[in-house]
């Protein structure tokens, strides 16, 4: 089974409408994080968790919500889906007790199309 | 946060050694050199990092200049399964900065 899952892996819904994208890991790490990625362009981060009790927005947290529910589970809602964040969205994980071996581990992606 | 600089595309030729470069003059001495690559329909998954001297794994070689300034990822045979954009990123460990993916570099390998 794959360390970190992301449901749904392909996701069509219309604009306004509130959706959630769900991340599980079994890493055992403290560490979450939540990217989209544009077509031919690097990944930006949107939020991150460094533990249940710590969430931090990222470079583009406006329009983006999270919960992180357990130290296994952290979740990104839109609340009112627009056409641009129409994206590939990632989840991932790190273990920040490996200090400067810190790596990040991540999930297999979430396609989101918004019409 | 310093910032790199990577060739958006390289072609190589199946078998062959590839270098993939990345400059990042304004590198502090507290940045570790961190490579990362993202194979077709996946996630990125780690490669290699270092800090001063060259790095050996069983994926790569990460060679570094002696100023720092630039960096070089070396796969020493590539294979169709290295097609991938290939990310150098540089990561303050002091300030447990995260990790800003750039666009990358996409290497192509010919058969």
């Known amino acids: 089974d794959a360390d970190v899952t992301q449901t749904p892996r392909n996701r069509i819904t219309k604009t306004g409408k509130r959706i959630m994208l769900e991340c599980s890991q079994t890493?055992?790490?403290?560490?979450m994080y939540w990217y989209r990625q544009d077509p031919g362009l690097g990944l930006r981060l949107i939020y991150y968790?460094?533990?249940?009790?710590?969430?931090n927005k990222g470079e583009i947290s406006d329009g983006y919500s999270v919960s992180r529910q357990a130290q296994t589970k952290f979740s990104l809602s839109l609340e009112s889906a627009i056409p641009n964040q129409t994206a590939l969205y990632f989840c991932?994980?790190?273990?920040?007790?490996?200090?400067?071996?810190?790596?990040?581990?991540f999930g297999p992606g979430t396609r989101l199309l918004v019409l | 946060d310093a910032k790199t600089t990577q060739p958006n595309s390289m072609e190589s030729n199946e078998e062959e050694p590839v270098h993939l470069p990345c400059n990042h003059s304004?590198?502090?001495?507290?940045?570790?050199i961190h490579w990362y690559r993202q194979l077709p329909s996946q996630g990125p998954e780690y490669v290699i990092h270092?800090?001063?001297s060259n790095v050996n794994n069983r994926m790569a070689s990460l060679a570094i200049a002696e100023d720092r300034k630039s960096s070089t990822l070396i796969l020493h045979r590539a294979t169709l399964r290295d097609a991938a954009v290939y990310y150098c990123?540089?990561?303050?460990?002091?300030?447990?900065?995260?990790?800003?993916f750039g666009p990358g570099t996409r290497l192509s390998v010919l058969p």
């Open positions: 991932a994980t790190s273990d920040w007790t490996s200090g400067v071996q810190e790596t990040q581990y």
């Open positions: 890493k055992g790490h403290d560490r």
């Open positions: 968790s460094f533990d249940v009790k710590d969430i």
């Open positions: 304004t590198i502090s001495g507290t940045d570790y």
């Open positions: 270092g800090l001063t």
């Open positions: 990123i540089l990561r303050d460990y002091n300030y447990g900065q995260n990790f800003v």
